[in-house]
């Protein structure tokens, strides 16, 4: 197909091409044997490669359909494969994730800001390479004298996509693979008909076909609270929960009493990623809803959502008089987070650049910015704080400062240790936050609740230590719900929360909007009441519920037009339901 299209190439025909010939065909070898030298050193499994070849072969295909020269097919091809696998390993090697089609559905500026923030360089390389692709491809346009029949090219093309599709489809991927090195090629073809089935079949969200009632609009219903309502300081504890739940490893004294509440119980959360996607209970926790209604978009929730989702936390707070704040410690152009924050109703929100910082940080340094804030807040109004804090995210492999006063090794592995370090690091200064919120702010009251947004990336390895890598991966892909338990703890300042009834000691992520409403004492508006409903039906279960038909029944009553999400930008009207006066869905 590459040097003849149908047959082998005879002594004879070699004469006749000459030596452009010959050179265009030497070209297009090169380009296949770099093609298998590269699935032999990105593919792990035979999925893998199988899907690599079919992928391979429908670009060729797809070049000769259009240019009809296996030479420049073949280059071209190789190109575009070299750079999906370097920049998926670029990626990996920043974010720990590979690229998937879907980064190419959702090509917005956020991410293309974040890309040349980090790696300022990249512009360069990217024009490097192209050039040096049109100058080969140049060189081999003008050698490459062998031409393909349109006919030909398009069977082909035909041919291996309906075979990518079919073997894309019977083994699909994970949402975990994103997360795991290699199979870049294969991964982003199968992620690529996966997202294109479930486009066309559902949409972006998935939301029920009919319900009957309706939640009435939120701008009607009036904030008339029965107390003075606290400022509220939401803490997102990266990486943590309970790791005694794990067999073998030792703690220090006290360890537990980091995931007690003012009241003494320990609380579990439920969250909706193994190991490693913060925004997944990012997502959850500010706008109280649920991941896995993106299905295969989860990956991409929050850039999907920014513009889009108006429904949340910050945004019923807001209804309140609440000034709301993000602190956050990363850049805010990553995964579109700044644009998602303000989407759901945070008025200010400060990035790694606008605290001062160029890197991650001791949880003291972000708890005192939020001091500062309030300092300089105070007496406006009641606040609302969305901290990040990130010291213990990974790697684990060298020992931050500072060390916790008195800290004895404990004898665990290494990553564990300085695992358990950080915690104990956290939990100190965190009693110092607490400490200060009293002592220097006497006459104002304040609800803090924190939580663990993922267990560590050992976590999965750690609770089931006798079990291979195989079948961890068929546990975290079936979503055990022991490798997505973590922590929410409620504690108060000069304040005794109102209502805890929902604070469940097992509770599903997307409920803690509704704990922390309730504690506050902020009155609900008729969605926040509607899944109060459904916590209690469900026992604290939400998109697990009756197989997620209570989740997706929510996101209908939020008047989610599917039909308009489907295919293009969400684009229900929200403004009715008093979420927001922009259009977007939910």
Known sequence: MFCSASSIVSSNTLKRIGRGGMAACCLALFAHASAVVLMVATEASFVGMAVFLLAWTMLNFLWLTLLRRPAVAGLISLAMLITLTLLSRFKFDKLWMTIDFVDVMIIDRDTAAFLLEIFPGLRWWILLAFATTVVAI???????????????????????????????????????????????????????????????????????????????????????????????????????FDITVAPGVNVPAGYHRHFQSFDGRERKLLVEGVGGPSWFTEYNVLTGLSVRSFGRFATSVTRIAAGHVYRGLPRALQRCGYDTFSLYPFYGSFLGS????????????????????????????????????????????????????????????????????????????????????????????????????????????????????????????????????????????????????????????????????????????????????????????????????????????????????QASRLNRLLAIDDASCRGGPLAARSASLGFGDEEGCV
């Open 138 to 240: 140049v060189v081999a346009w003008r050698l490459d004298r062998y031409r393909v029949s349109f006919q030909t090219g398009l069977a082909g093309l035909v041919t291996s996509a309906v075979a990518l599709v079919a073997v894309s489809l019977f083994w699909p991927t994970g949402l975990n693979e994103d997360f795991e090195g290699g199979s870049y090629v294969s991964k982003f073809a199968r992620t690529g008909v996966e997202a294109v089935h479930e486009l066309s079949s559902r949409g972006y969200l998935d939301a029920a076909e009919s319900v009957h009632g309706h939640v009435t609009a939120a701008a009607s219903v009036l904030c008339q609270p029965t107390g003075r309502l606290p400022h509220i300081i939401l803490l997102h504890d990266e990486s943590s």
């Open 338 to 549: 700044r644009a998602f924050h303000t989407t759901t109703g945070i008025a200010h929100y400060l990035d790694i650049a606008d605290l001062g910082t160029r890197a991650f940080e001791a949880d003291s340094f972000y708890y005192d910015r939020a001091i500062d804030l309030i300092r300089r807040e105070r007496g406006k109004g009641a606040l609302f704080l969305y901290v990040y804090t990130v010291a213990n995210h990974f790697p684990w492999d060298e020992r931050l400062q500072p060390q916790p006063p008195g800290w004895r090794d404990l004898g665990n592995v290494p990553d564990v240790e300085e695992y358990i370090r950080r915690q104990a690091t956290s939990a100190q200064e965190y009693q110092v936050l607490l400490k200060r919120l009293a002592q220097e702010f006497p006459t104002e009251s304040f609800l803090v609740i924190r939580y663990g947004d993922h267990q560590p990336s050992f976590g999965v390895r750690l609770i089931d230590p006798l079990l291979g890598k195989e079948e961890l991966v068929k546990r975290a892909r079936a979503l055990d719900p022991r490798y997505l338990t973590t922590y929410y703890a409620i504690d108060a300042v000069n304040f005794a929360p109102v209502d805890i009834t929902s604070a469940l000691d097992k509770l599903d992520a997307p409920y803690l909007p509704l704990v922390v409403l309730q504690a506050a004492g902020v009155p609900l508006d008729a969605s926040f009441a509607e899944q109060r409903t459904i916590l209690q039906r469900c026992e604290g279960l939400f998109y697990s519920c009756e197989e997620g038909r």
